[in-house]
């Protein structure tokens, strides 16, 4: 199982930047796929979470409007569009991998999400 993101870099604020997280090893159509983000001094947070089910995808309050997640399953690649960029965006951003069957409910947490990248730094400048 593999999970590899790229895009990230250093943006000034108000400008937008998408992330990929290209994955391998797994039936993509059968995993929730989330992004993740951790800054210094702060805990991990889910950023959005995003499955073939039926289910809506998942967005913390504090990115609802400004980002948006999707997917391309024939690349099975998942992707982050992050526009209207806030210094307080900045964190290295990962992606995360989970079976939609084991999970009991919605949304998930960190914690239940068994396959993780590597991250890609953001950094938005004010």
């Known amino acids: 199982v593999q999970l590899v993101e790229s895009g990230g870099g250093l943006v000034e604020a108000g400008g937008s930047l998408r992330l990929s997280c290209g994955t391998s090893?797994?039936?993509?159509?059968?995993?929730?796929i989330g992004w993740f983000r951790q800054a210094p001094g702060r805990e991990r947070e889910g950023v959005a979470y995003?499955?073939?089910?039926?289910?809506?995808?998942f967005y913390i309050n504090s990115v609802r409007g400004r980002f948006t997640i999707s997917s391309d399953k024939a690349k099975a690649t998942v992707f982050l569009q992050m526009d209207s960029l806030k210094p307080e965006d900045t964190a290295v951003y990962l992606c995360?991998?989970?079976?939609?069957?084991?999970?009991?409910?919605?949304?998930?947490?960190?914690?239940?999400?068994?396959?993780w990248g590597q991250g890609t730094q953001v950094t938005v400048a004010s």
């Open positions: 995360a991998a989970v079976p939609t069957l084991s999970l009991h409910v919605w949304p998930p947490s960190a914690d239940d999400f068994l396959y």
């Open positions: 995003i499955t073939s089910s039926f289910v809506r995808p």
């Open positions: 090893g797994f039936a993509f159509d059968d995993y929730v």
